[in-house]
């Protein structure tokens, strides 16, 4: 049988793109296949009100577990609410509702060995053909993009009393600084539990698990929050981009249509990439025809426009990692955090206006924004760097 679409990896993009065109598109034969026995991993993926269009919210909303009407950011020097909603989907719901949706279009257990544009080789030697795959297996290692990290450990934990938290705490940055940026993220699930992140914007991680573990404890201890028990734990190290070569990145696929991470489609200060998601979706849901060449074509225009207009986050990235000292990036986010609701909302959405951006950079930045500038050069790959004859402030 050959498919009209093979979705390598069933994480966050390619359920959702199953999942969509399930609804949209029930007469494709779609297959879905995820090496882990369920769709989604092992995650808490959350999302700003304003990062999704009405409608988006609407079919999202039955993967919703809990929805925030504010949100609040802790620093040394800054305490603020804001009035601005926040939700997340948890992995358990995200298989719930998105597996039973698409019965036998889901194939889970089995490993991709083997990929082509139009068809997968699985790990028991089967070779299954299609007129498009799309390669959504999660990040990959690229020479042609320059990263930092955001490294963080999530325990849910469910205490002996209740909280108090009526919202969630996004940023609480009055903890230890140390390599780089570091703070807590807290959510509030219910009256007793709590997901609470020890998060380290870091150029390379070094911290073990059980370090960050015990940062937990002491959040929680400080907060006089007594834990009853650890009720899942998530980790991960997201990709944060300072610099890189667009083009020298989708060469690397070869012609072959990538989603995700996999895509490079995520916000380059976040690491997130639930709003590319949904939006890819879309897109893919919209499109007449389902080949191999036209949705490479599509999707990395889709992700070159992406590139570009986040050209602004990756400067803000190398203010975080590069310039001034290690100790003061915390800075660089409180003053952010000072600045109007609008202002933040677009960028989390990553709609940021040219006003935005003259606003962040202008008054008294904490760290030398031409050294961010400069930095770009200093660290982007040394083939980039030859091929355009850098250095010159140009980075793409
Ligand atoms: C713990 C954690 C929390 C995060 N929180 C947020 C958040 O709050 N909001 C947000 O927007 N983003 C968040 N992110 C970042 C990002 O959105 C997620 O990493 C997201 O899951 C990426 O989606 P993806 O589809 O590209 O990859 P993934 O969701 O990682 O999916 C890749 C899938 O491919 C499967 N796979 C890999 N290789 C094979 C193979 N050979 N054969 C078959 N299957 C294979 C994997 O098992 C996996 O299920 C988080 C990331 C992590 C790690």
Redesign the pocket.
């Known amino acids: 049988m050959t498919y009209d679409l093979i979705l390598?990896?069933?994480?966050?993009?390619?359920?959702l793109i199953a999942w969509r065109l399930k609804q949209q598109r029930p007469e494709l034969r779609v297959l879905c296949?995820?090496?882990?026995t369920h769709?989604?991993?092992?995650?808490?993926?959350?999302?700003h009100e304003g990062d999704l269009t009405t409608e988006q919210h609407q079919w999202l909303q039955p993967l919703v577990v809990q929805r925030w009407a504010t949100y609040d950011v802790h620093f040394p020097q800054r305490s603020r609410r804001l009035n601005s909603g926040y939700a997340?989907i948890t992995s358990e719901r995200f298989a719930e509702v998105i597996e039973p949706a698409l019965g036998d279009a889901l194939l889970t257990g089995?490993?991709?060995?083997e990929l082509t544009p139009n068809g997968v080789v699985l790990d028991s030697g089967e070779r299954l053909e299609a007129r498009a795959v799309i390669d959504?297996?999660?990040?990959q290692a690229t020479p042609h993009m320059v990263l930092g990290q955001q490294a963080?450990l999530?325990q849910l934990l469910r205490l002996q009393a209740p909280h108090g938290l009526t919202a969630p705490i996004i940023m609480d940055a009055r903890v230890a600084q140390s390599e780089g940026y570091r703070f807590v993220y807290v959510l509030p699930f219910s009256a007793d539990t709590l997901l609470i992140e020890d998060t380290h914007y870091v150029d390379q991680h070094s911290f073990t698990s059980d370090q960050l573990r015990q940062h937990i404890t002491d959040y929680a201890g400080a907060h006089g929050w007594e834990i009853a028990e650890c009720l899942r734990e998530?980790?991960?190290v997201?990709p944060i981009t300072l610099a890189g070569d667009f083009a020298g990145f989708w060469r690397e696929a070869a012609g072959q249509p990538r989603?995700?991470?996999?895509a490079g489609l995520?916000h380059c200060t976040?690491?997130?990439?639930?709003?590319h998601?949904v939006r890819l979706a879309e897109w893919i849901a919209a499109q007449p025809t389902l080949h191999s060449d036209s949705l490479d074509v599509g999707i990395r225009a889709i992700a070159q426009h992406a590139w570009q207009s986040q050209r602004f986050y990756r400067l803000l990235n190398r203010m975080l990692f590069l310039a001034g000292r290690p100790s003061n990036r915390w800075q660089v986010m409180q003053r952010f955090y000072g600045l109007s609701e609008g202002l933040i909302s677009r960028f989390y959405a990553g709609r940021s206006t040219l006003a935005d951006k003259l606003r962040v950079l202008t008054g008294k930045p904490p760290v030398p924004v031409n050294e961010a500038v400069k930095a770009a050069v200093r660290y982007l790959p040394k083939h980039y760097q030859a091929r355009h004859h850098l250095p010159k402030h140009n980075e793409n």
């Open positions: 390598a990896g069933g994480g966050l993009a390619n359920g296949i995820e090496e882990q769709l989604g991993g092992n995650h808490t993926w959350s999302f997340s089995r490993r991709i060995t959504g297996r999660g990040v963080f999530g998530e980790q991960g997201l989603s995700g991470l996999r995520f976040t690491g997130y990439s639930l709003p998601a």
